[in-house]
């Protein structure tokens, strides 16, 4: 779904402090009444905030999704940002100018606008919003929050023939 649709939701309006279940809605493409009432199942509140990591993996799993988070860090050459949901290896995806240089507003200057992402802000606000199809979805486009993490979030391609056909058949079942 995308943003513009989620705010006209009732649910949307009838709930504050949900911006993981708008941007897990629009990188998953579900409906958000369908992600707010899972996150609701996993300890969520109405109208306030959730960490929704351990939510988000299971959905990823169920939707098949694969997700990488990406985390800032420091070291002699400066600020990068890693893969910090991989072992223990802090291997530099991209070096940034400091601690401060990914924004909302620019993006596009570190990330590749074809993939999807959760992007994560922690500072002045503590907030998340989604990228997909090379446009944020959320309010924070084209502002200069801070991005101190992200998700890159892509559907899995390695389905089997086997799976899928079953997935086909069961969407033709008549309960």
Not at 36 to 52: C, H, I, S
Not at 60 to 66: E, L
Not at 90 to 107: A, D, H, I, M, Q
């Amino acid at each position: 779904m995308k943003y513009s649709e989620i705010t006209k939701t009732k649910e949307y309006k009838e709930d504050r402090g949900c911006c993981t279940v708008v941007a897990t809605s629009v990188v998953f493409d579900k409906p958000f009444k369908e992600i707010q009432d899972y996150f609701f199942t996993q300890g969520r509140k109405r109208n306030q905030g959730f960490a929704f990591q351990s939510a988000l993996y299971k959905l990823a799993k169920k939707y098949n999704f694969n997700i990488k988070k990406y985390s800032i860090a420091y070291n002699e050459k400066g600020y990068y940002f890693y893969q910090s949901n991989k072992s223990y290896s802090r291997t530099p995806k991209f070096y940034v100018k400091s601690e401060r240089s990914l924004t909302v507003g620019n993006w596009k200057k570190y990330l590749n606008p074809n993939k999807t992402y959760i992007l994560g802000f922690q500072g002045s606000i503590c907030h998340v919003g989604a990228v997909k199809n090379g446009s944020v979805e959320d309010w924070t486009d084209g502002r200069r929050y801070v991005v101190s993490y992200y998700y890159e979030i892509e559907e899995n391609k390695n389905v089997s023939r086997q799976t899928k056909t079953f997935l086909d058949n069961l969407k033709d079942f008549n309960y």
